[in-house]
C-alpha cells in the first residue's frame, strides 16, 4: 500500500507542475491531450486511494454481532432440541445435536450456518412432535432470521474485501498506465521544450526523477506482489499487528486494522511466505512461484490457542 500512496503522491505533483505552466502547451493539441489523460488518471488514483484507506470496522462489526446473536438462539434451540429427539427416541437426531452443541461457538462460520440448516430442516418436518415440548414456528422462524441475518453479513464482508482487491488492482494497473504515458509523451514534449520552457524543464524533472527506483518501464512491470487477510479462524474478524515474512528475502511486514497485508515490488520467483501472530497457533508456511508481473492472493485463516485453565 505504502508503494501505491507514495507512486499517487508522485502523480499529483507532476500533474501540478504540468498545470501551472500551462503556456508551453498552448497550441499544441496532442501534447494538451496527453495531459488531460494524465488528469485523468490522476483523478481516478485520487480516489481509489482515499477508498481504500476507509477502515472496514464496521462492516466486520455487523458481522460478529450478527454471529453472535445466531450463536444465542442456536444454543437455545439445540437445548431443546436434544430434549426433544431424547422423548422421541431418536437417537441418532440427539447424538448429531450434542455434537452441534458441543461445537457450535468454536466453528467456522460456514460450520454454524450448516448447523442452523440443519436443525431448521429437521424441526420443520416434525413440527408437530416437537410442539409437544414446546418448539414452536415462530421459534424456527426466529433461528431462520437470526441465520438470514448472519449470512448477509458475512457475504457483505466478502463482498467488500473482492472490491477492494478490484480497486488495488485497478490501482496498480493506473500506475503502470500513468508511467507508460510519463515515457512515451509526456517526458519527450518537456525535453523538447526544455530551451523554451526552462521553468518546466526544472519542475517536471526535479519531481519526476525524485526517488527513482527503477530505470526503465521493463522493470516496472516486471514487479509481482503478494497479499490477502490475515483472520481469526474461529470468529472471522481480522487479526492486527500479524507478522508476515518471505523466508527467501528476510522481508517481513505487519498486517494493518483491516487484517490486509500485501508485499510488492517482487522479482519473479519462488517465495516461501509465512505467518504468525500473538496469541495463535503458527499456520503451515505456503509456496508461491510468482511470474513476471503476477498478483497472487493468499489467505491466513489464524486458530486461537485455548487458554490455559487453573
Known amino acids: 500500500m505504502k508503494k501505491l500512496i507514495f507512486a499517487t503522491q508522485k502523480f499529483k505533483a507532476i500533474q501540478r507542475v504540468l498545470e501551472t505552466h500551462d503556456e508551453a502547451f498552448i497550441g499544441k493539441a496532442q501534447a494538451l491531450a496527453a495531459r488531460q489523460s494524465f488528469t485523468d488518471l490522476v483523478t481516478e488514483m485520487s480516489t481509489l486511494i482515499t477508498d481504500l484507506t476507509i477502515p472496514l470496522t464496521s462492516v466486520y462489526y455487523n458481522r460478529v454481532k450478527a454471529r453472535d446473536g445466531l450463536a444465542a438462539g442456536l444454543g437455545n434451540a439445540l437445548h431443546i432440541g436434544i430434549m426433544f429427539a431424547s422423548r422421541i427416541g431418536d437417537d441418532v437426531l440427539m447424538n448429531t445435536l450434542k455434537n452441534h452443541l458441543r461445537r457450535y461457538r468454536s466453528v467456522s462460520a460456514n460450520e454454524m450456518l450448516q448447523f442452523s440448516f440443519y436443525f431448521i430442516n429437521t424441526i420443520t418436518q416434525k413440527m408437530e412432535q416437537a410442539a409437544e415440548v414446546g418448539l414452536t414456528h415462530e421459534d424456527i422462524t426466529q433461528l431462520q432470521v437470526l441465520t438470514e441475518a448472519y449470512q448477509q453479513a458475512a457475504e457483505a464482508v466478502s463482498n467488500t474485501l473482492g472490491d477492494r482487491r478490484s480497486r488495488h488492482n485497478r490501482l496498480d494497473q493506473l500506475i503502470k498506465d500513468g508511467t507508460k504515458l510519463l515515457i512515451n509523451d509526456l517526458d519527450r514534449f518537456v525535453n523538447y521544450n526544455s530551451t523554451g520552457f526552462p521553468g518546466l524543464n526544472f519542475a517536471y524533472n526535479r519531481v519526476r526523477w525524485s526517488r527513482r527506483r527503477r530505470s526503465s518501464i521493463n522493470n516496472l512491470t516486471s ?38 497485508y500485501i508485499i510488492d515490488e517482487l522479482e519473479q520467483g519462488e517465495f516461501t511466505v509465512t505467518c504468525h501472530a500473538t496469541g495463535f497457533a503458527v499456520p503451515e508456511p505456503f509456496v508461491i512461484t510468482l511470474g513476471v508481473n503476477d498478483s497472487v492472493i493468499h489467505n491466513f485463516a489464524l486458530s486461537p490457542i485455548p487458554q490455559a485453565t487453573s
Not at 227 to 239: C, D, Q, R
Not at 240 to 248: C, K
Open 223 to 260: 514487479e509481482s506482489d503478494i497479499s490477502g487477510m490475515i483472520t481469526n479462524a474461529i470468529t472471522g474478524l481480522p487479526v492486527v499487528g500479524a507478522t508476515i515474512n518471505i523466508i527467501e528475502q528476510a522481508h517481513a511486514i505487519n498486517s494493518d486494522v483491516d487484517g490486509y
